[in-house]
């Protein structure tokens, strides 16, 4: 499975992005997808998961109420609608595919994107 993430930028406090993650050389529609973020200096850290029929999906807990995971299996694409960003969502984000929707670490997933860089100044 190659993922390709898209929507990152710069935005301020208060804003909103919406990254995208598109899919291709696999069954997209019988994969765990997820988005995880890196800030410089810091480790990997997962932010949201979705299941495969979008009936289960898990955020971390800094970003419940202002990030929403989503996913089209038509359109083999996964989302995150981010709201109310923060300086602290400063981060490249990454998509993951190929783990279980209640994995939270970085080696539980199988395939990853090439990560697409947030911003948030204050």
């Known amino acids: 499975v190659q993922l390709q993430a898209s929507g990152g930028g710069r935005v301020q406090a208060g804003g909103s992005l919406r990254l995208s993650c598109a899919a291709s050389?696999?069954?997209?529609?019988?994969?765990?997808m997820g988005w995880f973020r890196q800030a410089p200096g810091k480790e990997r850290e997962f932010v949201a998961s979705?299941?495969?029929?979008?009936?289960?999906?898990n955020y971390t807990d800094s970003v419940k109420g202002r990030f929403t995971i989503s996913r089209d299996n038509a359109k083999n694409t996964v989302y995150l609608q981010m709201n109310s960003l923060k300086p602290e969502d400063t981060a490249v984000y990454y998509c993951?595919?190929?783990?279980?929707?209640?994995?939270?670490?970085?080696?539980?997933?199988?395939?990853w994107g090439q990560g697409t860089q947030v911003t948030v100044s204050s």
């Open positions: 993951a595919a190929g783990g279980w929707v209640t994995a939270t670490t970085p080696s539980d997933f199988k395939y």
């Open positions: 050389g696999g069954s997209f529609s019988s994969v765990v």
């Open positions: 979705i299941s495969q029929k979008s009936t289960q999906i």
